[in-house]
T-cell receptor, first 110, second 111 residues
Framework: DSGVTQTPKHLITATGQRVTLRCSPRSGDLSVYWYQQSLDQGLQFLIQYYNGEERAKGNILERFSAQQFPDLHSELNLSSLELGDSALYFCASSVQKRITFGSGTRLTVV | QQQVKQSPQSLIVQKGGISIINCAYE??????FPWYQQFPGKGPALLIAIRPDVSEKKEGRFTISFNKSAKQFSLHIMDSQPGDSATYFCAASLTGNQFYFGTGTSLTVIP
């Protein structure tokens, strides 16, 4: 157990729908990151939050949005889902230079 | 633009052999270089990391070699075992903890 909790572990939904992925960072970690990993692809950085504020943005689609709440948990919202959005979505948190990943949410869009 | 370039994309090594994965970067502001190991269906896990003021770091069978002038770093896995079969990612970090990952290397260790 890495200490980063992601829910749900699996999600199957239809095209055009909207889903929310949830992440609780390790206790004490203020930074939260979201990454997308498609089949046989590397880790695509989506967005980073630090203590509730957006810190950095990567290749995040306009259909996707995220936020970090005062209790430091984060949610990634994916809307108008397309087949190509099927992927593993990882949340990670960090303190200083140590970044720790959760076990991911596998999203399947059918 | 890929901030960290990783090679090879895949690697097959005999049990007991040495696995070597290479990464290169351009941004001299990077100040931390971790390697992550990922098994299928799992999140990447930190394996070993190095700072640029050190040329080598060893932890068990895993060694990072760092060449600051060449802006390259590599992971060496000595006495590779079938249990080491996984995908390995190099990464580099800036101040502010922005992490840039390589594209990954799929390592297969055959018995």
């Amino acid at each position: 157990d890495s200490g980063v909790t992601q829910t749900p572990k699996h999600l199957i939904t239809a095209t055009g729908q909207r889903v929310t992925l949830r992440c609780s960072p390790r206790s004490g970690d203020l930074s939260v990151y979201w990454y997308q990993q498609s089949l046989d692809q590397g880790l695509q950085f989506l967005i980073q939050y630090y203590n509730g504020e957006e810190r950095a943005k990567g290749n995040i689609l306009e259909r996707f949005s995220a936020q970090q709440f005062p209790d430091l948990h984060s949610e990634l919202n994916l809307s108008s889902l397309e087949l190509g959005d099927s992927a593993l979505y990882f949340c990670a948190s960090s303190v200083q230079k140590r970044i720790t990943f959760g076990s991911g949410t596998r999203l399947t869009v059918v | 633009q890929q901030q960290v370039k990783q090679s090879p994309q895949s690697l097959i090594v005999q049990k007991g052999g040495i696995s070597i994965i290479n990464c290169a970067y351009e941004n001299t502001a990077f100040d931390y270089f971790p390697w992550y190991q990922q098994f299928p269906g799992k999140g990447p896990a930190l394996l070993i990391a190095i700072r640029p003021d050190v040329s080598e770091k060893k932890e068990g069978r895993f060694t990072i070699s760092f060449n600051k002038s060449a802006k390259q770093f590599s992971l060496h896995i000595m006495d590779s075992q079938p249990g080491d079969s996984a995908t390995y990612f190099c990464a580099a970090s800036l101040t502010g903890n922005q992490f840039y990952f390589g594209t990954g290397t799929s390592l297969t260790v055959i018995p």
